[in-house]
T-cell receptor, first 112, second 111 residues
């Protein structure tokens, strides 16, 4: 069974801090994704990666960057956290771009 | 731009009832449609994936149908149980990078 692990369930950070959200998958999947989920807005894609060191912007990349140095690990970076980045962040992976996604349990980030 | 709508936003049914959740989308040029389940405070779990060439998929008490021409999908849950209580989301799109999610239907199955 695919396991996608996000390192933190809850995080509280201050405005202006640099924040790292980590995600690891154990199934050798090529593709990894970062979404944020907000009430009434659904899931929105921030970034995705289809190979090591490869990345593409999603629908809302502003204020975020990503890193994929190893196939199993995909990191989301908030360079300077702001209160409007308070949200639930979900990482996902997939074997190919035409099959289902496997999600982690999410990280609820609060920026004060 | 693809838009995905799920109505109703919330639904409460007594245990044992059969129920249907609806998903509609505006652009019929899709590769597949997926249904997910999300428990409170958790990630999403994949339930069913229907390729664009298929009309339906079944898994246990769940059956999902797809009508591309009308831009609709339904998720049918038979003999509902309290453990089915969760939020159900549909997602449509081409490649996974282009998935568009609905905002979900929150289902409560009461004893």
């Amino acid at each position: 069974d695919v396991k996608v692990t996000q390192s933190s369930r809850y995080l509280v950070k201050r405005t202006g801090e640099k924040v790292f959200l980590e995600c690891v998958q154990d199934m050798d999947h090529e593709n990894m994704f970062w979404y944020r989920q907000d009430p009434g807005l659904g899931l929105r894609l921030i970034y995705f990666s289809y190979d090591v060191k490869m990345k593409e912007k999603g629908d809302i990349p502003e204020g975020y960057s990503v890193s994929r140095e190893k196939k199993e690990r995909f990191s989301l970076i908030l360079e300077s956290a702001s209160t409007n980045q308070t949200s639930m962040y979900l990482c996902a992976s997939s074997l190919s771009l035409l099959v289902t996604l496997h999600f982690g349990n999410g990280t609820r980030l609060t920026v004060t | 731009k693809q838009e995905v709508t799920q109505i109703p936003a919330a639904l409460s049914v007594p245990e044992g009832e059969n129920l249907v959740l609806n998903c509609s989308f505006t652009d019929s040029a899709i590769y597949n449609l997926q249904w997910f389940r999300q428990d409170p405070g958790k990630g999403l779990t994949s339930l069913l994936l229907i390729q664009s060439s298929q009309r339906e998929q079944t898994s246990g008490r769940l059956n999902a149908s797809l009508d591309k021409s009308s831009g609709r999908s339904t998720l049918y849950i038979a003999a509902s149980q309290p453990g089915d209580s969760a939020t159900y989301l549909c997602a449509v799109g081409g490649t996974a990078s282009k998935l568009t999610f609905g905002t979900g239907t929150r289902l409560q199955v009461t004893l």
